[in-house]
């Protein structure tokens, strides 16, 4: 049975070779038929999401741009190049996501209002990225993971939607608290290696604590093959943490759409409570 809380789907349009093993390689025709797939998954259930798509990607696909618009789905910005925003720093960043948004306007015909970091690489240490996406008119970010490990994340950062004194809301990606512990769940690997009775249980949790959940995932994610077809190298632990489940993943998201109701980011965000917050500070008090 499906649920009356709606969940916000959001998928993070990019090519993995590019994104993962080098920023300077080309974006290939596979991305392209790995969103279509996508795009098919989520017209045979009836499902809309938001789309961060990478500015490289739209400049090299603006047919699948539009494609994406034309469903219906909403279009947000990924970047331009996929590189941590804490790694190129503030002015890079801003002529990033400046040429990213106008590129997006321009292939979609929507105005961009929400972002997702490359990795969600917006952390204690780039902070700085927040005023800068709401000083480009943005409304909302979704790139804070409240859990933290060695690649992303703020340990301690609220879990809830909230709103930011520049304005700017944030839309943190699911965890549950479970055993005196944070833990992440419903998206990207999370999805692949949990089984499906797991990401079922959290999302459930979620909506007892009366929040959506935010779901995630790269089209990339549906594509087994990929790892083992492409013809650069690709270390054994990136392949282990990268490919592995990959063939359930289609199956576990047709699941997922099922049994709980998705809508894109904007539509979530209009029934949903904002907490105001007074500071901008988000990781928890030092002790």
Same mark, same amino acid.
């Given at each position: 049975?499906?649920?009356?809380?709606?969940?916000?789907?959001?998928?993070?349009?990019?090519?993995?070779?590019?994104?993962?093993?080098?920023?300077?390689?080309?974006?290939?025709?596979?991305?392209?038929?790995?969103?279509?797939?996508? =795009?098919?998954?989520?017209?045979?259930?009836?499902?809309?999401? !938001?789309?961060? &798509?990478? $500015?490289?990607?739209?400049? #090299? +696909?603006?047919?699948?741009?539009?494609?994406?618009?034309?469903?219906?789905?909403?279009?947000?910005?990924?970047?331009?190049?996929?590189?941590?925003?804490?790694?190129?720093?503030?002015?890079?960043?801003?002529?990033?996501?400046?040429?990213?948004?106008?590129?997006?306007?321009?292939?979609?015909?929507?105005?961009?209002?929400?972002?997702?970091?490359?990795?969600?690489?917006?952390?204690?240490?780039?902070?700085?990225?927040?005023?800068?996406?709401?000083?480009?008119?943005?409304?909302?970010?979704?790139?804070?993971?409240?859990?933290?490990?060695?690649?992303?994340?703020?340990?301690?950062?609220?879990?809830?939607?909230?709103?930011?004194?520049?304005?700017?809301?944030? =839309?943190?990606?699911?965890?549950?608290?479970?055993?005196?512990? !944070?833990?992440? &769940?419903? $998206?990207?690997?999370?999805? #692949? +290696?949990?089984?499906?009775?797991?990401?079922?249980?959290?999302?459930?949790?979620?909506?007892?604590?009366?929040?959506?959940?935010?779901?995630?995932?790269?089209?990339?994610?549906?594509?087994?093959?990929?790892?083992?077809?492409?013809?650069?190298?690709?270390?054994?632990?990136?392949?282990?943490?990268?490919?592995?489940?990959?063939?359930?993943?289609?199956?576990?998201?047709?699941?997922?759409?099922?049994?709980?109701?998705?809508?894109?980011?904007?539509?979530?965000?209009?029934?949903?409570?904002?907490?105001?917050?007074?500071?901008?500070?988000?990781?928890?008090?030092?002790?």
């Amino acid at each position: 049975m499906v649920d009356s809380h709606l969940h916000a789907l959001t998928i993070d349009v990019e090519d993995w070779p590019q994104s993962t093993l080098d920023f300077s390689l080309p974006i290939t025709e596979r991305a392209a038929r790995n969103t279509r797939l996508l =795009l098919d998954i989520l017209r045979k259930h009836k499902v809309r999401a !938001t789309f961060f &798509v990478l $500015g490289l990607f739209a400049e #090299r +696909l603006p047919d699948v741009v539009a494609e994406i618009a034309a469903d219906g789905h909403e279009i947000g910005s990924h970047g331009y190049s996929h590189k941590p925003v804490f790694g190129i720093g503030p002015e890079a960043f801003a002529d990033e996501l400046s040429r990213s948004v106008a590129l997006l306007e321009e292939i979609s015909g929507q105005r961009i209002a929400g972002y997702r970091a490359p990795d969600f690489s917006i952390t204690n240490e780039s902070l700085w990225a927040l005023n800068i996406i709401a000083n480009q008119g943005l409304r909302y970010d979704s790139s804070i993971f409240p859990y933290r490990n060695s690649r992303y994340g703020i340990s301690g950062a609220p879990r809830r939607v909230y709103r930011l004194p520049n304005g700017l809301v944030e =839309l943190p990606l699911s965890t549950i608290q479970w055993a005196g512990r !944070t833990w992440p &769940v419903a $998206g990207g690997g999370y999805l #692949r +290696l949990y089984p499906y009775f797991v990401t079922r249980w959290a999302m459930r949790r979620i909506e007892a604590e009366g929040a959506p959940a935010v779901v995630y995932l790269h089209p990339y994610e549906l594509d087994p093959a990929e790892l083992d077809e492409i013809e650069r190298p690709v270390p054994a632990r990136l392949r282990l943490t990268q490919g592995l489940n990959r063939r359930r993943t289609r199956a576990k998201l047709e699941r997922l759409l099922q049994d709980f109701r998705f809508g894109p980011v904007a539509e979530v965000l209009n029934g949903v409570h904002v907490e105001q917050r007074t500071e901008q500070t988000l990781s928890a008090p030092a002790v």
